[in-house]
Every structure is written in structure tokens, then in C-alpha cells.
């Protein structure tokens, strides 16, 4: 025997404009999968961004100076951060602690020893020990030692190495010799001149500068120069994010320049977005014309039924039930849809997921708590306009 | 069950019918539970307009229907159906089947519209072979006479729970054989469910043995 709905069916022919209703479905599905792209994209992206496995060291750290221009030449208070310049950077949200690198207030000079013949004026720089990535035993000084650590830019050492020894016909030096080197390093104002002994300790990525301990360079500072206030004109930051593009803005409005490589993500990421964005905006689009055709064509059902659906409520079948039974003609298909989609969108992912390994870049291969969620509401969106489309026109059909 | 009415007037016969003396027309009657109920009225007095204000598809009148002491507009649709699955059946005049459905398809449609259907399948083929239309079934409705789609029409009113059948000249284009089978059907079905029913026509007639009489 037939059910009810099986009757129905030959009552209430779903047919009508069937073709629409195809287009509707293929509209619904490549809406669904371009938010899905959107959103799971931007999942990976934030997963590449914050994610310990892809967190490279000095993406931490970002040293700041005022930028300097033709109309501040030969006026270096022009260039220097002051109390308040530097308060208002330790205010603002991505920053996470502030160190501010004081400059040495005294000459000097650098010799190597033995056959090197090499000497240069010089300068040294300190930094708070927390924000230096060389962590040494060595890298103390208390005063009355004669023996000054040194930290070198990696840098340094690369352009002494592949530039000036080739050039000079000078011997390449491996890391582990400049720190057995012992330095000649003369320190002096225009009075007094003192000789002390420099021990390279480590080769920082962080910081593109000769770094000395703070505690040397305070008393140094105040001994040679005799003051132990210094101007500071750069500052080292941590953040979290040195492409947060709020950071760069920051910077930007403050006239303020840092290691440019490591912002150069920030403009990455500001691009990534954009694309992410328009994805989705155009996935949202075609989403309203789809559930537009969609409730076009539950009307047009319902029209080209007016008479049946009239004689159906007539012999007593409830609003209730024609409800009931019209959406279960079209709701199992969005459910395919949707599922169908998400598929997509995890093939689509596995395969990401694969060619970025091979970049050394770790996101997850299946796709974010993001995507489902989203899915999901997708579908309840889809439904309740369904369910509303085919309600207003069955009540209003009696 | 008890049906009331109370003033009825239609609105687009009102002149016409306040110009006479009717029985039913803005009058205050109630039908007993159980009763037959004969309505005799002759062409044009509003007959089958009853039947649709009583089955509550047509609502251009004044004064009012009461079903169990609450007037239909206080019913809801989804009430309403309900009333017509399991309390209220009909029989139309234009007997309303559906053409793209067989004979037995209108009947099922009926029967399964309820998720708990009344009669088993057996009982309609009993129903059907009773009144001679056992080899129609499987037709398209559109195909049968006029007679045989009245007598599938009564079997479709006869397979759901009811305790009010209203008929409009249900006999119409029967002969006197195929009607005496079709009321002791009616008669037999009323009786098993303690059913009343009332029923309009254009004579007198001896196919039931009517508890009340009115003129329209």
C-alpha cells in the first residue's frame, strides 16, 4: 500500500522548473564551498602565523628606530626616542616588553691580535639581557674585570667572511676560532685611554649590533663619559606578531622604521586576507541568490499546486503535513550539499596540508572546528528559509 | 458532537431568503449527536452553500456555525484539520476526486491520511465491491462515469472515523439499485460509529429513516 506522501507525490509535482532548481543546488554547492575555503584558509593562515610548530625565533623581536631623514642630518637629538615617545610604544597592545639599547658614550677601538692586522674604531651597545638570544655562562661582567663579552651580528661575521677576507686575500674564520680569539679592545675618552681584553661569547640574529652586558655599559658609561643617562635612538620590542598590520601602522604614523624583512609578512598577510575576504564575500553573495531561487521555486511548487494543495486541506490534511512533506523534497539535498562540500573542501585541505609540509609549513590536513561550525550554520540558514518560504505560502494559499 | 447554528444567513442569498418562510436560514437549530438529519430544498435555496458553511469552506455569511459551542472561525487550520480527519467527513456534490489519481488512490489518500488509518485495506475492497465498483479501482478517476466516481466519493467519506457525515444530493446520478446499497452502506457505517449525518436534496425520499426533516 502507499503512504501518505507517496500519494503526494503524484499530487504535488515537485517538477516544476526542475532545471531552476538544478542551477540552485550547483549555486548552493560552489557558495558553500568558497565560504568554506574562506574560512578554512583562514584557519591555515592563523595556524601558520601562531602556531609553535612554524614560530621562527626572531619573528619575536623587531628593533626600532626613528626613520632618518636629509632635514635631521646633524641634528642626532632629532633621532632619539624620549620618555614619553617610549612610554606610548610600551602602551600599545601587540607590544609586549620594551628594552631600550643604550649606545656607549666613549670611543673605541677593536684590534685583533697576532697576524690579522686588523684594527677598527668601534662602538658597543647594550640591551636588558632578556631580550639577547645568545645564552652564554660567560655573558656576565661585574666591575673590576678586565675581560669585556662581546656578542657580534651574525651578520658581521658573514660579511668579513664572503666580503672583505676574499677580497683581501685574508683567512676565513669559523665561529668557534672568533670566540677563542682574544680582542685588544681600547677604550677612551679625550683624557684617559685603558686597554681591556674582549671575548666574543656569540653571533646574534636578533640584534644587528656590537652588544656588550648592560652592567658593563653602565659603569663604563658613567667611568668614561661620566654620565649614565644616555639618549637612547633604538629600541628593541617583543611582540607577538610582527604582523599584526596595527603594529606596522604604529610604526608608520610614528615615523618609525624596523627590520624590514620581518614586517614584509605583515603586507603578506594584509593580501592573504583581501583574497580571503573577497572569496568569502562572493561566496555570501551567490549564498542569497541561491536560497533566493530556492524560495522562488518552493513558490512556484506551491503555485502551480494551488488548486491540489486547496483540495488536500479541503479533505482535512493538515497545514502541518504538506509542510512536512515538501520539505522533505528538497531538505535532503542541502544536506548532501553541505556534505558534499565539506568533502571538497578536506580533499582540498589534505592536498594544501601536503604541499605546504614540503615548505617545512605545518597546518592541520583536516579541516578547522571553523569550517564545520560553519557548515552547520550554513545548513540552518539554508532550512530556515525553507521552512519560513514554504510555511508563508501554504497559509497563505488557503 | 453537536452542531449549531445560530442566524445563518447567507449574504449573497440574504433578500431572496428573508422574502420566505426556511426552516434552517436564520433560525437557531442544533443537531443531536447521532441524529439523520434530512434537509430537502429545492434549486437555488441554497443547498450545497449550506454544506460548505457547515464543512467551513465558504464564510460569506452572518451569524454563525458552532461546533461543539465554539464557532469554526475559533478554530485554528491545523484544529480544523484535525476536525476533518477524525470527526467531520463529507460528500460533495462536484464529489472532488483527484484526476491524476486512480480510483483506489483517492480512496487510500483518505485513508492513510491519518497516520492511524480507520479501515484496514480489506474494508475498502468490501466497500467497493459492495456498491459495484471493484473493477473501476485501478482506473484513472478521470475516466469513470459520474456514477461511478459518486459511489468512489462515498467510499472516500466512509474510510476515516467521523461522527458527522455531510452529504449534498449524494445520490445524484445513481440508479435506484446502486442507491439503496450506497444508503444501507452509509447507514451501516453511521450506525457503527454512533454517527449522525445530514444530508440536502432536492425530494423526498425513503433511503433512510430520518430522525428530523427541514425545509430549506
Same mark, same amino acid.
Given at each position: 500500500?502507499?503512504?501518505?506522501f507517496?500519494?503526494?507525490?503524484?499530487?504535488?509535482?515537485?517538477?516544476?522548473?526542475?532545471?531552476?532548481?538544478? +542551477?540552485?543546488?550547483?549555486?548552493?554547492?560552489?557558495?558553500?564551498v568558497?565560504?568554506?575555503?574562506?574560512?578554512?584558509?583562514?584557519?591555515?593562515?592563523?595556524?601558520?602565523?601562531?602556531?609553535?610548530k @612554524?614560530?621562527?625565533?626572531?619573528?619575536?623581536?623587531?628593533?626600532?628606530?626613528?626613520?632618518?631623514?636629509?632635514?635631521?642630518?646633524?641634528?642626532?637629538?632629532?633621532?632619539?626616542?624620549?620618555?614619553?615617545?617610549?612610554? @606610548?610604544?610600551?602602551?600599545?597592545?601587540f607590544?609586549?616588553?620594551?628594552?631600550? &639599547?643604550?649606545?656607549s658614550?666613549?670611543?673605541?677601538?677593536?684590534?685583533?691580535?697576532?697576524?690579522l692586522?686588523?684594527?677598527?674604531d668601534?662602538?658597543?651597545?647594550?640591551?636588558?639581557?632578556? /631580550?639577547? %638570544?645568545?645564552?652564554? %655562562? %660567560?655573558? =656576565?661582567?661585574?666591575?673590576?674585570?678586565?675581560?669585556?663579552?662581546?656578542?657580534?651580528?651574525?651578520? /658581521?661575521?658573514?660579511?668579513?667572511?664572503?666580503?672583505?677576507?676574499?677580497?683581501?686575500?685574508?683567512?676565513?674564520?669559523?665561529?668557534?676560532?672568533? =670566540?677563542a680569539?682574544?680582542?685588544?679592545?681600547?677604550?677612551?675618552? @679625550?683624557?684617559?685611554?685603558?686597554?681591556?681584553?674582549?671575548?666574543?661569547?656569540?653571533?646574534?640574529?636578533?640584534?644587528?649590533?656590537?652588544?656588550?652586558?648592560?652592567?658593563?655599559?653602565?659603569?663604563?658609561?658613567?667611568?668614561?663619559?661620566?654620565?649614565?643617562?644616555?639618549?637612547?635612538?633604538?629600541?628593541?620590542?617583543?611582540?607577538?606578531?610582527?604582523?599584526?598590520?596595527?603594529?606596522? =601602522?604604529?610604526?608608520?604614523?610614528?615615523?618609525?622604521?624596523?627590520?624590514?624583512?620581518?614586517?614584509?609578512?605583515?603586507?603578506?598577510?594584509?593580501?592573504?586576507?583581501?583574497?580571503?575576504?573577497?572569496?568569502?564575500?562572493?561566496?555570501?553573495?551567490?549564498?542569497?541568490?541561491?536560497?533566493?531561487?530556492?524560495? +522562488?521555486?518552493?513558490?512556484?511548487?506551491?503555485?502551480?499546486?494551488?488548486?491540489?494543495?486547496?483540495?488536500?486541506?479541503?479533505?482535512?490534511?493538515?497545514?502541518?503535513?504538506?509542510?512536512?512533506?515538501?520539505?522533505?523534497?528538497?531538505?535532503?539535498?542541502?544536506?548532501? &550539499?553541505?556534505?558534499?562540500?565539506?568533502?571538497?573542501?578536506?580533499?582540498?585541505?589534505? /592536498?594544501?596540508?601536503?604541499?605546504?609540509?614540503?615548505? %617545512?609549513?605545518?597546518v592541520?590536513?583536516?579541516?578547522? &572546528?571553523?569550517?564545520? &561550525?560553519?557548515?552547520?550554520?550554513?545548513?540552518?540558514?539554508?532550512?530556515?528559509?525553507?521552512?519560513?518560504?514554504?510555511?508563508?505560502?501554504?497559509?497563505?494559499?488557503? | *458532537?453537536?452542531?449549531?447554528?445560530?442566524?445563518?444567513?447567507?449574504?449573497?442569498?440574504?433578500?431572496?431568503?428573508?422574502?420566505?418562510?426556511?426552516?434552517?436560514?436564520?433560525?437557531?437549530?442544533?443537531?443531536?449527536?447521532?441524529?439523520?438529519?434530512?434537509?430537502?430544498?429545492?434549486?437555488?435555496?441554497?443547498?450545497?452553500?449550506?454544506?460548505?458553511y !457547515?464543512?467551513?469552506?465558504r464564510?460569506?455569511?452572518?451569524? $454563525?456555525v458552532?461546533?461543539?459551542?465554539?464557532?469554526? $472561525?475559533?478554530?485554528?487550520?491545523?484544529?480544523?484539520?484535525?476536525?476533518?480527519?477524525?470527526?467531520?467527513?463529507?460528500?460533495?456534490?462536484?464529489?472532488?476526486?483527484?484526476?491524476?489519481?486512480?480510483?483506489?488512490?483517492?480512496?487510500?489518500?483518505?485513508?492513510? *491520511?491519518?497516520?492511524?488509518?480507520?479501515?484496514?485495506?480489506?474494508k475498502?475492497?468490501?466497500?467497493?465491491?459492495?456498491?459495484?465498483?471493484?473493477?473501476?479501482?485501478?482506473?484513472?478517476?478521470?475516466?469513470?462515469?459520474?456514477?461511478?466516481?459518486?459511489?468512489?466519493?462515498?467510499?472516500?467519506?466512509?474510510?476515516?472515523?467521523?461522527?458527522?457525515?455531510? *452529504?449534498?444530493?449524494?445520490?445524484?446520478?445513481?440508479?435506484?439499485?446502486?442507491?439503496?446499497?450506497?444508503?444501507?452502506?452509509?447507514?451501516?457505517?453511521?450506525?457503527?460509529?454512533?454517527?449522525?449525518?445530514?444530508l440536502?436534496?432536492?425530494?423526498?425520499?425513503?433511503?433512510?429513516?430520518?430522525?428530523? !426533516?427541514?425545509? !430549506?
Amino acid at each position: 500500500m502507499q503512504s501518505f506522501f507517496a500519494l503526494l507525490r503524484k499530487i504535488i509535482r515537485t517538477g516544476v522548473g526542475k532545471g531552476r532548481f538544478f +542551477m540552485a543546488s550547483i549555486g548552493l554547492g560552489i557558495a558553500m564551498v568558497l565560504i568554506l575555503i574562506a574560512l578554512q584558509a583562514n584557519t591555515d593562515f592563523n595556524q601558520l602565523l601562531y602556531s609553535d610548530k @612554524n614560530q621562527n625565533e626572531t619573528a619575536d623581536f623587531l628593533v626600532i628606530n626613528k626613520k632618518v631623514t636629509n632635514s635631521m642630518m646633524g641634528q642626532p637629538e632629532k633621532s632619539v626616542f624620549s620618555p614619553t615617545d617610549i612610554e @606610548n610604544v610600551r602602551k600599545q597592545p601587540f607590544v609586549q616588553a620594551v628594552g631600550l &639599547i643604550t649606545s656607549s658614550q666613549f670611543k673605541v677601538v677593536a684590534q685583533a691580535p697576532g697576524e690579522l692586522h686588523f684594527a677598527t674604531d668601534m662602538f658597543f651597545e647594550a640591551v636588558p639581557d632578556s /631580550f639577547i %638570544d645568545v645564552k652564554e %655562562d %660567560d655573558w =656576565k661582567w661585574n666591575p673590576g674585570d678586565r675581560t669585556i663579552p662581546i656578542i657580534l651580528p651574525n651578520d /658581521f661575521l658573514n660579511l668579513y667572511n664572503f666580503g672583505f677576507s676574499l677580497s683581501q686575500n685574508l683567512p676565513q674564520i669559523s665561529q668557534e676560532t672568533v =670566540k677563542a680569539l682574544p680582542l685588544q679592545v681600547v677604550i677612551s675618552n @679625550n683624557l684617559v685611554s685603558e686597554t681591556y681584553t674582549g671575548h666574543i661569547v656569540g653571533f646574534s640574529d636578533r640584534i644587528s649590533s656590537f652588544l656588550v652586558p648592560a652592567t658593563f655599559m653602565n659603569w663604563a658609561n658613567e667611568k668614561y663619559a661620566g654620565t649614565t643617562t644616555a639618549a637612547t635612538s633604538r629600541i628593541v620590542i617583543k611582540t607577538a606578531d610582527p604582523s599584526n598590520p596595527a603594529l606596522v =601602522k604604529f610604526l608608520d604614523d610614528n615615523g618609525y622604521t624596523a627590520n624590514q624583512d620581518k614586517l614584509k609578512f605583515s603586507k603578506t598577510r594584509v593580501i592573504v586576507q583581501t583574497i580571503v575576504s573577497v572569496i568569502g564575500f562572493f561566496g555570501l553573495i551567490l549564498l542569497l541568490f541561491a536560497l533566493l531561487v530556492f524560495s +522562488m521555486f518552493i513558490q512556484l511548487v506551491i503555485a502551480s499546486c494551488r488548486k491540489e494543495i486547496q483540495l488536500l486541506v479541503t479533505l482535512g490534511t493538515a497545514p502541518r503535513q504538506l509542510q512536512r512533506y515538501l520539505l522533505k523534497q528538497f531538505v535532503p539535498l542541502y544536506f548532501i &550539499i553541505g556534505i558534499l562540500s565539506l568533502v571538497l573542501v578536506t580533499i582540498l585541505q589534505y /592536498f594544501a596540508a601536503g604541499l605546504l609540509a614540503k615548505h %617545512d609549513m605545518v597546518v592541520n590536513p583536516l579541516p578547522g &572546528i571553523g569550517t564545520i &561550525i560553519g557548515t552547520v550554520l550554513i545548513l540552518v540558514l539554508v532550512y530556515i528559509v525553507n521552512v519560513s518560504t514554504v510555511r508563508r505560502y501554504i497559509l497563505q494559499d488557503q | *458532537m453537536q452542531i449549531q447554528l445560530d442566524h445563518l444567513l447567507p449574504v449573497p442569498l440574504k433578500d431572496k431568503i428573508l422574502q420566505r418562510k426556511s426552516g434552517i436560514w436564520n433560525e437557531n437549530i442544533q443537531f443531536n449527536p447521532g441524529s439523520f438529519v434530512k434537509i430537502k430544498a429545492p434549486s437555488g435555496t441554497g443547498k450545497t452553500t449550506l454544506v460548505h458553511y !457547515l464543512y467551513h469552506i465558504r464564510y460569506d455569511y452572518t451569524g $454563525s456555525v458552532l461546533i461543539d459551542g465554539k464557532p469554526w $472561525s475559533g478554530y485554528n487550520r491545523n484544529e480544523t484539520a484535525s476536525l476533518r480527519q477524525q470527526k467531520i467527513s463529507v460528500i460533495f456534490q462536484d464529489l472532488r476526486l483527484f484526476e491524476q489519481l486512480t480510483a483506489l488512490e483517492n480512496i487510500e489518500l483518505k485513508r492513510v *491520511m491519518n497516520s492511524q488509518p480507520y479501515c484496514t485495506v480489506e474494508k475498502v475492497q468490501e466497500m467497493a465491491a459492495r456498491l459495484n465498483v471493484t473493477h473501476v479501482l485501478n482506473q484513472s478517476s478521470k475516466t469513470l462515469s459520474y456514477g461511478e466516481r459518486q459511489r468512489i466519493a462515498i467510499i472516500r467519506a466512509l474510510v476515516q472515523p467521523f461522527e458527522w457525515l455531510f *452529504m449534498d444530493e449524494p445520490f445524484s446520478h445513481l440508479d435506484e439499485d446502486n442507491t439503496s446499497r450506497a444508503a444501507a452502506l452509509i447507514a451501516e457505517e453511521c450506525k457503527t460509529r454512533n454517527a449522525g449525518f445530514i444530508l440536502t436534496d432536492l425530494d423526498h425520499d425513503q433511503h433512510f429513516d430520518y430522525d428530523v !426533516l427541514y425545509q !430549506l
